[in-house]
């Protein structure tokens, strides 16, 4: 399977413990997109990289959410300090630069369930 | 970006066309048409997208009135597997346009098609 791959796709943590996701995009893709989505509601955007470079990040929701993607490749997303409130669907995509208007490629997301 | 406005929701016969309607009033002249969908606990899938003139690929069509004040999708014979939420989305067109690396969902038409 050549799309983006997040890992992994559930996960269940306590509140108050640190998560970390994985975002695998399309290989030749240096785009990268982080968004969450809560129940009911459509996909609302975190942060974005163009390679290394964390180009936007003013929408991450709060100083407990962090992404890197450290080589250009693989992405991370990390909540610190877990809420209840950050129980969600957290989707990555990614796209290919350099072309007008190339379409974003989503993975399957991870679940997260905060108890 | 512009707003969008969609219905709620709509049912289709399967084998119908489905003809999902997009308002986007305050669209401006660089800002192209999007179409994704989402099936229930996957992520969003691109669909197509279109500037002025009415577009087809493999999946759907996309008529844009002449003042692109509206859109619609159709998808010409619907299925089972065609049920999901479809999202409209305006966005600035160019790979390094502001905004250009941005998705702003709102919260769809969630499209049952019955048989």
């Known amino acids: 399977d050549t799309g983006v791959s997040q890992n992994p796709r559930h996960k269940i943590t306590k509140r108050g413990q640190n998560v970390t996701f994985r975002c695998d995009p399309i290989?030749?893709?240096?785009?990268l997109y982080w968004y969450r989505q809560t129940l009911g509601q459509g996909p609302e955007f975190l942060t974005y990289?163009?390679?290394?470079?964390?180009?936007?990040k003013s929408r991450l929701l709060s100083d407990r959410f962090s992404a890197e993607r450290p080589k250009g490749s693989f992405s991370t997303l990390e909540i610190q300090r877990t809420e209840q409130g950050d129980s969600a669907m957290y989707l990555c995509a990614s796209s290919a630069a350099g072309a007008m208007n190339t379409e974003a490629f989503f993975g399957q997301g991870t679940r997260l369930t905060v108890v | 970006d512009a707003k969008t406005t969609q219905p709620t929701s709509m049912d289709c016969a399967e084998g119908r066309a489905a003809n999902l309607p997009c308002n986007h009033s305050?669209?401006?002249?660089?800002?192209?048409v999007y179409w994704y969908r989402q099936i229930h606990s996957q992520g969003p899938q691109y669909i197509i997208h279109g500037l002025k003139n009415n577009e087809t690929n493999e999946m759907a069509s996309l008529i844009i009135t002449e003042d692109r004040k509206s859109s619609t999708l159709i998808l010409p014979h619907a299925t089972l597997r065609d049920t999901a939420v479809y999202y409209c989305?305006?966005?600035?067109?160019?790979?390094?346009?502001?905004?250009?690396?941005?998705?702003?969902f709102g919260k769809g038409t969630k499209l049952s098609v019955i048989p």
């Open positions: 989305i305006v966005r600035v067109g160019g790979y390094s346009g502001a905004g250009s690396y941005q998705l702003t």
């Open positions: 990289f163009q390679n290394e470079a964390q180009l936007e």
């Open positions: 305050t669209i401006s002249g660089n800002e192209y």
């Open positions: 290989s030749e893709h240096n785009r």
